[in-house]
C-alpha cells in the first residue's frame, strides 16, 4: 500500500470501504462493499492498472498530481509564425526577459578591408511585421560593439506607419582600417509586452558612406575584393565549451575553456572546443592565414600540450544538444589537417596559433558557403602530468572570448551554365519577346508552367537558355556559343521580337556528349576547371526517359567548384511546377533504361546527382565507379533525393566500387526499394549515407563488402530477403532501424516492422513515406551540418526522424507554450506516462470572445505535442472553462527521464479546427483497466464514465451527491449511508491479473 507516493509498510492493510475485487462476470463497487459497509467522504481519480505500478511511477503520479505547477514549469506564450531569431534579422516578440531595458534588438556585420578609414554617415533599419509597437516605445537606441562599448550618434529618426517603419542614424561613425566585427543595435523596450512583434532588418544599400569601403551583409555589387581580413569572435554562451576526457564533465558555460594534459581517458584530462559563426568567406577562396587567439589570464594555467583540429562538417553547430561534445567523432568528426600546439606561455594576453590548413580544409568543402561556423577542437595530449590552460570563455569576459582573425582571397566567380532535358520536342512557347541585359520578357502571354531553367530560346539564329524563373512572363537568360557569344554571359538584349521556347535536348545521353563537342554549339569544352564553369542539367516530367547515361572521366575535367549536376528543377525561382517525384513512383522525371542498362553511371570526380527517379531491370539504378576513368584522391560524388526501384535478379538501386580505393560518397535521402539484387552496394569507398530508405529487397538493403569505409546514419532498412544490413560499418554508425537486428549503432531501433512504419508497403502502390506513429519519427540524430531537408524537400525539424522522410504535420496552430517538466519531480525513467496538467485562470486560454487566443468555443484546437513540428500527443480534456482560461487536461508522454527535464508544447490558436482532438484511450492505453475521472455532475445508468478502451462505465445509486470539489476536478460525495457506484460487469479487472488501485 502506498500513501501519498509513499509506500506504508509494517502492518497488513485492510480498508472497510474499499471492496475486493471479484472477477469480471462480478459487479465492481466504487464507495461500498457488498456487504453493506459504505465510505463516507469525497472520493476522486479512480484508476485499475492490470500491471503493477512501480514504486517510482507511484511517486511521480504522486508529485504531478499533488502539485501539478511544481512538476513542470509554463513557458511564455510564442507566436508560431514568426521565425525564432538568426544572424542578420532577429524576430522578437519581447516577452523573453524580465528586463526590457538596454536590450539587443538586432546583430549586424561591417567591415571595413580597405587601408584608411571608413566613415558611416547614415544607416538605415527598416522595420516591418511591426505589431502593438508605438515609435516612443523604442527609446535610447544606440550602435555598439557589446554592451559597455557603445557609439554616441544621438537619437535616430524612428517612423512608423501601420507594420512597416524605418529607424535611421543620420550622425556617423568611423570605422578603422582592415577591421570588422559585428555590431549590435540596443535599445530600451520596457513599454513593450507579450505579443508585441517587430522585425528588423538591414541590406548593404542602407549604409551610406562619407569615405572609405565598408562590407555590409552582402558585399554591394560594385565592390571588388583583392584580400579580405576579418576577424570572427566568439559570439555566444554555447559557442565555447570544454569536455572531460571520459566524458564525464561537459561544461559549455563556464567562465574559462580548460585545455588540460593527462592521462589519456581520465576526467582530470579536459578538451576546448570554439565555435565561429558568421564567416563570411566564399567557399574555395584561398586562405592566405587563419590565426586563432585565446586570452590567458593567469599564470598558474597557461600550458598549452594540445592537437587542434577543425570540425568536419559544412556548417558547424553549436554545443548544445545532441551537439554537446567535443570528443566524440561521431558527433564531431575531425578534419585530416591538424596543428600541434606545445608552448608554456609565462605571462597573460592573447596567445596566437595558426591554423591556416585547418581552415582551409574546411573552406574547400564543396558544402561550405559564406555565414556558415567553423569550430575548432583542442585534443589536449596524453601525458601522465598534469598541464592545464585556460582560456577566457564567452561567460568569463565577451570581449576577451577567443577570436578567429582570417585574411583570404576569394576565388573567381564560377558560371553556373544551365541545359534542359525532357522528352518533350515542340515548342513550350511561341510568341513575342524582349530582352534588356539578361532579363526575358514574354509579350505574347504567360508561359506554361513547366517552362524554367535549361529550356532553349530560339531568337532567330541565335540561342539563349534560361537561367532562372522571375514570374510567368520574366525569365533571366544567358548566351551561347551559337551566337558567336561566350557561354554564360547575360549581356543579352534585343527589341520585340518573335521568339520560341524548347528543351535544350531530349536525351540525357545527348545534353552529355553534344554539351563538349566541339561541333556543336554549346560549351565546346569538356573541360569545366579552365572555363571556371559548372554544369546543370535539368531534366523535365515531359515523360518517361528511356535512356542512359555516362559520365567518363577521359572526357570530363570536373572540380569541387565545378562539378556536373544532373537534377530536376523545384523551386519557384526554377519553374513554375516541380519537375521532381513526390516520393513515391509514377510522377515527375522518370527514368526507365533498357534492360541490362545502368540509368546514370559515374566515372568521374565531381558529380551530383539529385531528385530523379529510375527503375531499372537487371542493373544497377545509379552506378558509381571507376570502370571507365580513375578516381583522383579528390573528389565528391553526391546522390539525393532520388528514387529508386527495379526488377531482375540483378537490379540493384546503387552499386559504388573503386580499385583505387580513391572514391568519395555522399549519400542522403534517398530511397531504394523492390530490387531483384541488393539496395545499397559499397566496395572500397569512403561513403557517407544518410537519412537513406531501403526496402524490400531481394538480398540486402545496405552492403558493405570487404573493404572502405562506410557510415550509416538515419536509415532505415527492412523487410529484405536476407539481412537488413550486411557487412563492417564503421563504428560510427547509428541511430538506424532495421526489421532484423542487424542496424548498426547504439541508439538504433531493431525488430520493428514495415507497416508499422511506412504509409503504404501494398505491391505497385508502395508510399514510403512515414506514418503517423511510425517508430522512426523523432529518433534520429541532427545532422543539421550537412542537409536540411527531407525526400520531399521539406524542412527537418529536432529531434530528426529516421529514414528519407520526415513526418510532416501540417502547423497551423498560432500560439504555442512550452511545458518543461521538472526531472527531480521524476522517481525514475517512465514510458507511456499520463501526466496532468492543470492550468487556472490563464488570460491566454481564454477563448477570443472572452479576450483570449483561444479560437474554438470547447477548446478544441488546444493540443499537446513532444516536440516543435511532432506529431501530436495523446490526450483527453476533464475540464475546460473559456471564461476563465481555464484547463485540467491528461497528455500521454512518450518518455520521460528522472536525470534531464522533459519538454513538451502546448500549441492552441487554430481557427480551422472545429472538432475535438481529444483521444482519451491513447492516454490510458491498454494497461489500464478503467479511469473514472468522477468529474460528472449528471447521473444515470452508465453515466459515470470510464475513459480507457474498456467497458467499465459506472451507474450511481440514487440519491448520490455528484459535482463535488475535488483534488483534481470534480468529484462525488458519498455520504456513508448507502451511496455508492457500481460497475455491472467491469473488464481486465481479474484478480488473476496484477492490479494496481489507486484514489
Known amino acids: 500500500m502506498y500513501y501519498n507516493g ?9 480498508d472497510s470501504a474499499v471492496s475486493p475485487i471479484n472477477t469480471s462476470d462480478e459487479p465492481l463497487y466504487i464507495g461500498s462493499h457488498d456487504s453493506g459497509e459504505y465510505w463516507d467522504g469525497i472520493i476522486d481519480e479512480v484508476r485499475i492498472s492490470s500491471v503493477a505500478r512501480t514504486a517510482g511511477w507511484i511517486q511521480t503520479s504522486f508529485n504531478n498530481q499533488n502539485n501539478p505547477s511544481a512538476f513542470y514549469g509554463l513557458g511564455d506564450e510564442k507566436t508560431v509564425t514568426l521565425s525564432e531569431a538568426s544572424t542578420g534579422q532577429i524576430t522578437d516578440q519581447f516577452d523573453d526577459s524580465p528586463s526590457l531595458n538596454d536590450v539587443t534588438l538586432f546583430r549586424f ?52 506607419t501601420g507594420d512597416t517603419g524605418t529607424l535611421t542614424f543620420d550622425e556617423g561613425w568611423s570605422i578603422s582600417p582592415n577591421f570588422g566585427t559585428d555590431w549590435y543595435l540596443r535599445g530600451d523596450v520596457a513599454n513593450l509586452g507579450t505579443g508585441d512583434t517587430l522585425t528588423i532588418s538591414l541590406a548593404p544599400s542602407d549604409v551610406t558612406l562619407i569615405s572609405g569601403r565598408v562590407v555590409g551583409t552582402a558585399p554591394p555589387s560594385d565592390v571588388t575584393h583583392t584580400t579580405n581580413p576579418t576577424v570572427v569572435t566568439i559570439q555566444g554562451s554555447y559557442d565555447d565549451a570544454h569536455e572531460s576526457d571520459g566524458g564525464l564533465h ?28 558568421g564567416i563570411d568567406i566564399p567557399q574555395g577562396s584561398t586562405i592566405n592565414s587563419a590565426i586563432f587567439s585565446g586570452y590567458v589570464y593567469d599564470t598558474n594555467q597557461d600550458d598549452m600540450y594540445a592537437t587542434i583540429y577543425g570540425h568536419a562538417a559544412d556548417n558547424s553547430p553549436d554545443f548544445t544538444a545532441p551537439n554537446d561534445s567535443i570528443i566524440d567523432t561521431g558527433v564531431r568528426p575531425r578534419t585530416s589537417a591538424s596543428v600541434a600546439w606545445q608552448e608554456t606561455f609565462g605571462s597573460t594576453g592573447w596567445k596566437n596559433k595558426d591554423v591556416t590548413s585547418i581552415v582551409q580544409e574546411i573552406i574547400n568543402r564543396p558544402g561550405w558557403s559564406n555565414d556558415n561556423a567553423i569550430t575548432l577542437l583542442f585534443i589536449s595530449d596524453n601525458d601522465t602530468m598534469p598541464k592545464p590552460c585556460y582560456f577566457r570563455s564567452y561567460d568569463g569576459v565577451p570581449a576577451e572570448a577567443a577570436k578567429l582573425t582570417i585574411d583570404y582571397t576569394p576565388t573567381p566567380t564560377t558560371v553556373a551554365i544551365y541545359y534542359s532535358v525532357g522528352t518533350g520536342t515542340g515548342p513550350l512557347y511561341s510568341g513575342d ?45 544567358q548566351n551561347s556559343a551559337a551566337n558567336g557569344g561566350t557561354p554564360g554571359d547575360i549581356d543579352i538584349t534585343f527589341g520585340s521580337t518573335a521568339i520560341e521556347i524548347y528543351r535544350a535536348f531530349n536525351l540525357l545521353s545527348a545534353a552529355e556528349s553534344r554539351v563538349r563537342d566541339t561541333d556543336y554549339d554549346y560549351l565546346k569544352t569538356g573541360n569545366l576547371v579552365t572555363g571556371n564553369y559548372q ?75 539529385e531528385g530523379i527517379a529510375v527503375y531499372v531491370n537487371n542493373t544497377s539504378a545509379i552506378s558509381v565507379n571507376d570502370t571507365y576513368a580513375s578516381f583522383s584522391t579528390n573528389n565528391d560524388v553526391r546522390i539525393s533525393h532520388c528514387l529508386l526501384t527495379g526488377t531482375g535478379s540483378s537490379s540493384r538501386a546503387l552499386w559504388a566500387s573503386d580499385t583505387g580505393g580513391n572514391l568519395k560518397l555522399t549519400m542522403w535521402n534517398t530511397i531504394a526499394y523492390n530490387h531483384g539484387s541488393r539496395g545499397f552496394y559499397f566496395d572500397n569507398v569512403t561513403a557517407y549515407c544518410y537519412n537513406c530508405t531501403a526496402y524490400n529487397n531481394a538480398a540486402y538493403g ?59 508497403i501494398s505491391a505497385g502502390s508502395e508510399d514510403l513515406h512515414l506514418k503517423y506513429g511510425a517508430d522512426a519519427i ?43 517538466i521538472d526531472h527531480t519531480k521524476v522517481a525514475c525513467d517512465l514510458t507511456d506516462f499520463p501526466m496532468l496538467v492543470s492550468i487556472q485562470n490563464d488570460p491566454d486560454l481564454k477563448t477570443t470572445a472572452n479576450g483570449g487566443k483561444v479560437a474554438n468555443t470547447n477548446g478544441y484546437d488546444i493540443i499537446f505535442k513532444a516536440w516543435v513540428g511532432a506529431t501530436q500527443l495523446s490526450h483527453e480534456v476533464e475540464k475546460y472553462d473559456g471564461t476563465t482560461g481555464t484547463l485540467v487536461a491528461w497528455v500521454k508522454i512518450p518518455t520521460l527521464k528522472a536525470d534531464e527535464d522533459t519538454v513538451i508544447y502546448m500549441d492552441y490558436g487554430d481557427s480551422t479546427i472545429t472538432e475535438s482532438q481529444e483521444n482519451a484511450a491513447g492516454v490510458w492505453d491498454s494497461n489500464y483497466a478503467a479511469v473514472w475521472h468522477l468529474k460528472e455532475t449528471t447521473g444515470g445508468s452508465g453515466a459515470i464514465k470510464n475513459s480507457t478502451s474498456y467497458s467499465n462505465d459506472g451507474t450511481n445509486s440514487a440519491g448520490l451527491s455528484l459535482g463535488a470539489t475535488g483534488k483534481i476536478n470534480g468529484a462525488i460525495y458519498f455520504d456513508g449511508a448507502g451511496d455508492y457506484v457500481t460497475v455491472p460487469s467491469p473488464t481486465n479487472t481479474d484478480p488473476a491479473n496484477l492490479l494496481t488501485v489507486s484514489a
Request: proline fraction near 2%; charged fraction near 15%; hydrophobic fraction near 35%.
Open 6 to 14: 509513499s509506500e506504508v509498510t509494517g502492518y497488513a492493510v485492510q
Open 109 to 160: 556585420r561591417l567591415w571595413n578591408n580597405s587601408d584608411s578609414s571608413a566613415t558611416i554617415d547614415q544607416i538605415v533599419f527598416h522595420l516591418s511585421g511591426v505589431s502593438g509597437i508605438s515609435a516612443g516605445d523604442l527609446s535610447d537606441l544606440k550602435i555598439c560593439l557589446s554592451a559597455a562599448s557603445c557609439y554616441s550618434l544621438g537619437d535616430p529618426t524612428v517612423q512608423i
Open 250 to 277: 561537459f561544461e559549455p558555460l563556464e567562465v574559462y575553456v580548460n585545455i588540460t594534459q593527462y592521462i589519456s581517458g581520465s576526467n582530470s584530462k579536459f578538451n576546448g572546443g570554439f565555435r565561429f559563426a
Open 433 to 477: 519577346a524582349s530582352a534588356s541585359s539578361g532579363t526575358l520578357t514574354l509579350e505574347g502571354g504567360p508561359a506554361a508552367d513547366n517552362i524554367g531553367v535549361g529550356d532553349e530560346i530560339r531568337e532567330g539564329l541565335n540561342r539563349y537558355y534560361i537561367t532562372g524563373r522571375n514570374s510567368s512572363t520574366e525569365f533571366t537568360i
Open 535 to 609: 554544369l546543370n542539367l535539368a531534366c523535365y516530367a515531359d515523360g518517361v526517359m528511356t535512356d542512359s547515361v555516362l559520365i567518363d572521366g577521359d572526357n570530363w575535367t570536373t572540380g569541387s567548384a565545378n562539378y556536373i549536376k544532373i537534377y530536376t528543377p523545384t523551386l519557384a525561382s526554377e519553374v513554375g511546377v516541380s519537375q521532381r517525384h513526390d516520393g513515391t513512383w509514377g510522377t515527375g522525371f522518370r527514368m526507365t533504361p533498357a534492360s541490362g542498362n545502368n540509368a546514370i553511371q559515374v566515372c568521374e570526380d565531381y558529380v551530383r546527382i
Open 702 to 760: 545496405f552492403h558493405r563488402d570487404t573493404a572502405g569505409t562506410v557510415i550509416l546514419k538515419n536509415c532505415i532498412s527492412m523487410a529484405h530477403t536476407s539481412n537488413d544490413y550486411v557487412g563492417t560499418f564503421d563504428a560510427s554508425s547509428d541511430y538506424n532501424m532495421s526489421s532484423d537486428a542487424s542496424a548498426p549503432g547504439t541508439h538504433s531501433l531493431h525488430n520493428r516492422s514495415a507497416s508499422d512504419n511506412f504509409v503504404s
Open 778 to 820: 523523432g529518433k534520429g540524430i541532427n545532422l543539421l551540418s550537412s542537409f536540411t531537408t527531407d525526400i520531399d524537400g521539406e524542412v527537418r525539424s529536432n529531434p530528426w526522424d529516421i529514414g528519407a522522410d520526415e513526418y510532416y504535420l501540417e502547423d497551423t496552430f498560432v500560439y504555442r507554450k512550452q511545458i518543461t
